[in-house]
């Protein structure tokens, strides 16, 4: 089969006022709780940042009809599971951005699912996603300007249909 490797989700006007409340919430409690955040790009705000995670989550869950809630605190390396597949969701604000982890140790789920913003704000480009072995098979280090950092570009990603695929497969291996 051929699928398109990237899927545009929209957000609607509900799902966006969620984004930015649970946004907000997890920005107070990381300042409140001194987290110190691992973004790559120093010329955003943390809040920005978080509403962007956010959306990327929501979107990722939309897509594979993953039920979603807005998880307040520091997850353990996945932000979702599809099943028994734990998901790390990783959003960009760059078009062309790429699979980020700062090293193999930060790289905790299955699998990892990158998402980019897009010109409308309400929009969300589900990039591609691979599993955590190939990630760690492909990926190259590269300096972004804060220190080294394990990277896969898109090209290198796969559909995310596929990923809904791998569930399906895992769920009927499962059930035998």
Same mark, same amino acid.
């Given at each position: 089969?051929? +699928? ?9 006007? !509900? ?9 907000? /919430? ?38 594979? &009809? *993953?039920?979603?809630? $807005?998880?307040?605190? /520091?997850? &353990?390396?996945?932000?979702? $599971?599809?099943?028994?597949? !734990? ?6 604000? $760059? ?7 700062? !090293?193999?140790?930060? +790289? @905790? ?35 972004? =300007?804060? =220190? ?11 559909? *995310? ?7 399906? %497969?895992? %769920? /009927? @291996?499962?059930?035998?």
């Amino acid at each position: 089969m051929i +699928f398109e490797r990237s899927i545009k989700i929209k957000l609607s006007a !509900s799902d966006m006022a969620d984004c930015r409340q649970a946004a907000n /919430f997890r920005w107070q409690l990381g300042r409140i709780s001194g987290m110190v955040n691992q973004k790559v790009d120093e010329s955003r705000t943390e809040d920005v940042v978080e509403l962007l995670g956010v959306k990327a989550e929501l979107a990722v869950a939309k897509c594979l &009809d *993953i039920p979603h809630f $807005y998880q307040p605190g /520091f997850d &353990d390396g996945s932000d979702m $599971y599809l099943g028994d597949i !734990s998901i790390d969701v990783k959003a960009t604000f $760059y078009p062309s951005g790429q699979l980020l982890f700062r !090293s193999a140790e930060h +790289f @905790k789920a299955n699998c990892a699912v990158l998402v980019t913003s897009t010109e409308a704000d309400d929009v969300m480009l589900l990039a591609g996603w691979l599993p955590r072995k190939k990630f760690l098979e492909r990926a190259i280090e590269v300096d972004l =300007g804060r =220190g080294p950092t394990l990277a896969c570009t898109q090209d290198e990603l796969r559909p *995310i249909a596929q990923l809904w695929q791998a569930n399906q %497969k895992l %769920k /009927f @291996k499962n059930a035998s």
